[in-house]
């Protein structure tokens, strides 16, 4: 037992030995931050900026899909902050496992395009502030495709065999779906299993007969490079993609897309909810944002930032991309059913398997 | 002696823990389903009924099979040769060889297989020389060829390895003997030396075929979305889709068919052994 004493003891000392060492000035000296985010989608000095800030040490660990950070959130692990889409936010708040954000501790909101705030996941922004926010729709070489296609056929033309070969497709249920159920003409957010079925076959029949190339972010580097003619990209990708080769173009069908956003929440079980409020505003002041939005390519959240890089001087003057669509009445917001996620998902696996077994 | 074995008893908590444990949580899965709020699981066949009936799982199912065979056979075709010609070069020489083979595979397999992303991409080297030698450049990408050339890549130390060591165990004075008996080098090799590196062929093949089968990384880097082995069908249950009832069926199911494989290599083996011994 005195044996066990010393150890914990001893473990103890090392323990705020090491708190101190970091040596950092500032108000949260020795606290640290744990942050649940996307590969690629912090600002190249936004977490060495905010430890300066503050004091804190920063913990990132990063996630590829939604799905894989709601496994670990769902089964204890803690974080302080998230950054999950927005039907993933309606999921986390279904299943209460986040917290409440306390507002006296946040001066971000009049600094945000209100296009992007009170949207349906989270109507008062009571849970969530934006990080990114877009729409999906399709890159294309201009010098390949033809854009009265494009207009003619909307998200049609990935099954117009002139293209047959030549066409990346996302490898995400959602997104899939999205681009098929909108071309059909309905809603993204049906529960209805004939529409959904509909959708399935097209797919189906697009994966039988026009050889598509099914990624994910391996299209942001082909399409840069020319590879292709034709592929199903976030418009945030796509300005980056456009950047890079100014061959490229966007284009946004007009049955409609999907207009998307990732949010900061602090879930339930964080263990520094207070610092997390810090980081919230910080990513959201115009030197946060601006990082994160020159770095990553997304479109901020922050209006400022985003007329700044829009405009004359900024790094996507002239990228239409980067400007998320406002008032086509057909764009929609994902929302968030468990029921058709699961058949969705499902369909979405056979579509994978229909591919390899016509390839 | 015996105080001694009392040490390993950590180790066996740490099998129970990270190797037993897990194993029986996945066959509690796969005979239950989430149920309803009043039971929270129940126990049911379900999974495995789901399984069987839908020809979409057992086609991919099969295509897993088909090309792990296919990755097998081209490791000991290609590997038995290599694990040869190490076994029977100078002392120096084959320890040279063998850190050869062995130094990629201390290279992460992920980081490896990313690296042939980039040779085999359209504009990559590969496609340059086909180009240069007057084929028409097409992608090599995201092809079954690829898939292939990634597992071979992968496995295939795990072949020479096996081999080279049963080479390498072998009484050398056997093959005089066959000499001096009057049998010549081919003779000496399919009646002598292949018999006697049988073991190390057989252990070589479970270590690539049962690996080869449920991988799920290679197909996905390199054989694109469109490219869907049973590992990635597993692997999409527990990520997306969610279903982790389903998920561990297919994984029982996986586990099954594996150690099946291996008990037929093992009688093999030992059919094959028990035929040397007679032929003496």
Not at chain 1, 292 to 316: A, I
Not at chain 2, 79 to 89: L, M, R, W
């Amino acid at each position: 037992m005195k044996k066990l004493m010393l150890m914990a003891a001893a473990g103890l000392m090392a323990m705020s030995l090491t708190a101190c060492g970091g040596g950092n000035e500032g108000e949260y000296a020795g606290q640290t931050l744990h942050i649940y985010n996307w590969g690629e989608y912090t600002g190249e000095n936004l977490i060495s900026d905010f430890e300066e800030l503050t004091g804190c040490d920063v913990v990132m660990d990063n996630f590829e899909s939604n799905e894989q950070m709601y496994i670990r959130v769902a089964n204890g692990d803690s974080y302080d902050i998230l950054v999950p889409s927005d039907y993933m936010i309606e999921r986390l708040l279904q299943e209460d496992l986040l917290q409440p954000l306390d507002k006296e501790k946040l001066d971000c909101f009049d600094k945000l395009d209100p296009d992007v705030l009170g949207l349906p996941y989270d109507p008062d922004n009571e849970y969530s502030v934006p990080y990114f926010w877009g729409t999906v729709g399709i890159v294309y070489d201009k010098n390949k495709v033809d854009l009265a296609d494009l207009e003619a056929e909307g998200f049609g033309i990935f099954a117009d065999e002139k293209y047959k070969g030549d066409i990346y497709l996302y490898d995400s249920e959602r997104d899939s779906f999205m681009m098929a159920l909108k071309y059909l003409g309905y809603s993204m957010n049906t529960a209805d299993e004939a529409e959904i079925n509909e959708a399935y076959e097209w797919l189906v029949s697009i994966v039988e007969t026009m050889e598509p190339e099914i990624v994910t972010d391996e299209i942001i580097d082909n399409m840069a490079q020319g590879r292709k003619a034709l592929g199903l990209i976030y418009s945030g990708d796509a300005a980056y993609v456009i950047s890079e080769n100014p061959d490229m173009g966007f284009y946004l069908p007009e049955t409609g897309t999907n207009i998307w956003s990732d949010a900061m929440v602090i879930p339930k079980n964080a263990e520094n909810p207070d610092l997390a409020h810090e980081f919230i505003n910080f990513v959201s002041s115009y030197d946060g944002a601006l990082d994160n939005s020159v770095t990553v390519g997304y479109t901020s959240p922050n209006l400022e930032v985003m007329e700044y890089l829009s405009g004359e001087e900024g790094d996507y003057y002239g990228i239409d991309a980067y400007i998320p669509r406002s008032g086509n009445p057909n764009d929609e917001v994902f929302s968030y059913d468990p029921d058709t996620r699961v058949i969705i998902s499902d369909l979405w696996s056979r579509v994978k398997i229909a591919a390899s077994n016509a390839g | 002696m015996k105080r001694f074995s009392q040490l390993a008893a950590p180790y066996i908590v740490w099998a129970v823990i990270m190797l037993l444990l897990p194993m029986l949580l996945i066959v509690l899965y796969a005979f239950t389903d989430t149920g309803n709020e009043i039971m929270t699981f129940r126990f049911t066949l379900e999974n495995f009924v789901k399984f069987f009936t839908d020809p979409d799982f057992l086609l991919v199912l099969w295509r897993s099979i088909k090309i792990a065979l296919k990755t097998t056979v081209i490791c000991v075709l290609l590997g038995y040769p290599i694990a040869y010609f190490i076994a029977f070069s100078p002392d120096r020489m084959r320890n040279m060889l063998i850190l050869a083979i062995t130094l990629p595979t201390w290279i992460n397999m992920l980081v490896r297989t990313y690296a042939w992303i980039g040779l085999l991409s359209e504009g990559g080297i590969f496609s340059q020389i086909l180009g240069l030698l007057g084929f028409e450049e097409t992608e090599l990408l995201y092809t079954e060829g690829a898939v292939l050339l990634g597992m071979v890549y992968n496995f295939i130390p795990f072949m020479i390895l096996q081999i080279n060591t049963s080479l390498s165990k072998m009484d050398r004075s056997l093959m005089e003997a066959s000499n001096d008996l009057g049998a010549d080098g081919i003779q000496t090799f399919l009646r002598v030396t292949l018999p006697l590196s049988l073991p190390g062929v057989v252990s070589g093949i479970s270590l690539v075929f049962l690996p080869a089968v449920s991988s799920f990384s290679i197909p996905k880097l390199l054989g694109g979305g469109q490219f869907f082995l049973i590992g990635n069908v597993i692997e999409n249950q527990f990520i997306t889709v969610g279903e982790w009832n389903f998920g561990s069926s297919i994984s029982l199911i996986m586990a099954l068919i594996m150690m099946g494989t291996m008990y037929v290599i093992r009688r093999l083996d030992a059919y094959a052994a028990g035929g040397r011994k007679e032929g003496r």
